[in-house]
Nanobody
Framework: QVQPVESGGGLVQAGGSLRLSCAVPGRTFSSSAMAWFRQVPGKEREFVASISWSGGMTYYGDSVKGRFTISRDNAKNTVQLQMNSLRPEDTAVYYC?????????????????WGQGTQVTVSS
């Protein structure tokens, strides 16, 4: 089955930056909205950012707006999440997701394909 593959997670100090990447097979990526969600143990998976199939529209969760930027390169079948000014509360497993005919870009259930996740840890 089609599965996005995330990379770029790691350990960073508060105030630092990380750039996450996600690769998806072209037949899925080219027609899909893409999103990043994050999750910590015991909590629901939280919306972080999403981007439309054309790349013309982006959406961000309130907690990351102004600090994170999502982008996509359809020619390379990749989506990126640039994370700046990281805080300890950003610590989570970050998941890349793809969805076809997405209407509610912040809704977890709109996305059909999910990666395994990549760990981001922000130290104090």
């Amino acid at each position: 089955q089609v599965q996005p593959v995330e990379s770029g997670g790691g350990l960073v100090q508060a105030g630092g930056s990380l750039r996450l990447s996600c690769a998806v097979p072209g037949r899925t990526f080219s027609s899909s909205a893409m999103a990043w969600f994050r999750q910590v143990p015991g909590k629901e998976r939280e919306f972080v950012a999403s981007i439309s199939w054309s790349g013309g529209m982006t959406y961000y969760g309130d907690s990351v707006k102004g600090r994170f930027t999502i982008s996509r390169d359809n020619a390379k079948n990749t989506v990126q999440l640039q994370m700046n000014s990281l805080r300890p509360e950003d610590t989570a497993v970050y998941y890349c997701a793809a969805g076809v005919a997405v209407l509610r870009h912040t809704a977890r259930d709109e996305y059909s394909y999910w990666g395994q996740g990549t760990q981001v840890t922000v130290s104090s």
